[in-house]
């Protein structure tokens, strides 16, 4: 790499977040203040891909057991950010990690299991990342839509339970509803797949100089597997934190 | 005869104050039995933890002589039902809110008794209308009705008519009175109007800071 093709790839970089900082700036003047929180995410992401990039030059070179750490650290990191935004769960951090875990490392067993990626860390820490972060977008949408929804509709939760209904009937509608926010991104990559959207992967795949049909296979593996682990980490979180806020045996509230 | 449902040394305290203390009292079949005293004192707790939706701390409440603790939950809110201050409609028509609670058990409410629910509530003329586009005092009578087609042994009214108009408040007080008196209901009605305390009942109990007195010893 020489040094006009970094400075090359800083400034792309530059107007890359200039573009970001300035819709956030868009934002704010229409009464959506999230200027601070982009310039943050901005300069934390851009640390962390760096490092990420500097790291694995090393990682990949690796043998199969540096994927375990490191799928562990990226668990543990991805929990952290989804229970983030969640300040009225209690318990959040532990709900995002076992929701997480849940639904993305049976994902990754299937792939690993079907032959779809390998051990190595070169095949298994791209696709196992990208399959970890979809399952973390789905535990935080799904549970940012089901724990405010349960104090707003209080009333109603409480109409139901009170005419004899159990807490599953009395949410089943905010369950789903909020299941269905977690999942549906990922259905509609899926749906999108190769008319609206060609993904890195196979992108990367072709140039790389796979067959076009193999690379198509691939990609299509990997955004099914993202699919349902997100199904699973979406119902996963709204089902532990359904558990969490009401008392199972009383049907009611936690007081 | 024993009562419907007996309340015994009911209290509720959290960590840093007590909403109710020592709290006992007993409902019988047929009778309505009014609860007042200022906001705040305890009235709407006691009843949520008479139906359940909360815990007491210490005490005992017992549904026809059986404690609450060898019912399930699901067969008391059946038989102890509760009237909030302000009713919410269940998604569908007026139809489908009488046949929600009776649904839940695999029961069907007949078209018959449907519609006598709702001409007992003077709401006849709008059974298939979607419950939403109801008014308060509308949304209030299809809440009670909705409530007593569930068949309960015990009904909790916590201010039900504190935001209706004349009209409303009558039917309510009508329906309730005559329900207590034919299916042997036992009522507990909070209200803070003492002239409708008067109309409706034949106990009178006032909650100040957590206690309970009779009226008369208040």
């Not at chain 2, 015994?8 to 019988?28: C, T």
């Amino acid at each position: 790499m020489s040094t006009s093709e970094l400075a090359d790839a800083a400034r792309q970089a530059l107007v890359a977040a200039g573009f970001a900082l300035g819709a956030a700036f868009l934002l704010k003047r229409m009464g959506v203040d999230l200027l601070r929180e982009t310039a943050t995410s901005l300069l934390r992401g851009s640390v962390q891909i760096v490092a990420m990039g500097l790291a694995l030059g090393f990682l990949l070179q690796g043998g199969a057991w540096v994927s375990l750490p490191v799928m562990a650290g990226m668990t543990l990191m991805a929990a952290h950010i989804a229970a983030q935004r969640l300040k009225d769960l209690p318990s959040r951090r532990t709900i995002a990690l076992v929701s997480i875990a849940g639904g993305a490392f049976p994902g990754i067993g299937i792939g690993l299991g079907c032959g779809l990626i390998s051990s190595r860390p070169a095949e298994l820490l791209p696709v196992g990342s990208m399959i970890l972060a979809a399952a973390m977008n789905a535990v935080s949408q799904g549970l940012n839509h089901f724990v405010p929804d349960l104090g707003r509709r209080k009333a109603l939760i409480e109409t139901h339970l009170s005419l004899g209904a159990s807490v599953e009937q009395a949410t089943a509608d905010l369950a789903c509803s909020a299941v269905r926010a977690g999942v549906l991104q990922q259905l509609n990559a899926l749906a999108s797949l190769g008319i609206v959207w060609i993904p890195g992967l196979m992108a990367g795949q072709i140039l790389s100089g796979r067959p076009p049909l193999l690379s198509a296979c691939l990609q299509f593996s990997a955004i099914a597997l993202i699919a349902g682990a997100t199904a699973l980490s979406a119902l996963c979180a709204v089902t532990l934190a359904r558990r969490r806020l009401f008392d199972p045996h009383e049907e009611r509230f936690r007081n | 005869m024993s009562p419907n449902l007996d309340v015994r040394g009911l209290s509720r305290r959290l960590e840093d104050r007590v909403l109710f203390e020592e709290v006992s009292l007993a409902l019988h079949a047929g009778e309505i039995t009014c609860l007042q005293g200022p906001s705040g004192c305890g009235k709407s707790s006691l009843l949520r933890c008479l139906s359940r939706l909360e815990a007491f701390s210490t005490g005992e409440i017992l549904l026809a002589e059986k404690p609450s603790r060898g019912i399930p939950v699901l067969e008391w809110r059946r038989a102890v039902g509760h009237l909030f201050q302000a009713s919410v409609p269940l998604p569908g028509d007026l139809s489908d809110n009488l046949r929600y609670a009776p649904s839940l058990r695999g029961e069907r409410l007949e078209e018959g008794d449907v519609q006598a629910w709702l001409e007992a509530v003077g709401l006849e003329a709008k059974a298939s209308q979607d419950a939403s586009t109801l008014s308060g005092g509308e949304l209030q009578r299809l809440a009670l009705a909705r409530l007593l087609a569930n068949r309960p042994s015990v009904l909790l009214l916590d201010e039900p008519t504190s935001a209706l108009d004349e009209a409303s408040r009558g039917l309510i007080e009508a329906c309730v009175t005559e329900s207590v008196k034919s299916s042997g209901i036992a009522c507990l009605w909070v209200t803070h109007d003492p002239a409708q305390a008067l109309r409706v009942a034949i106990r009178h109990l006032r909650m100040d800071a957590g206690r309970l007195f009779a009226e008369d010893a208040a």
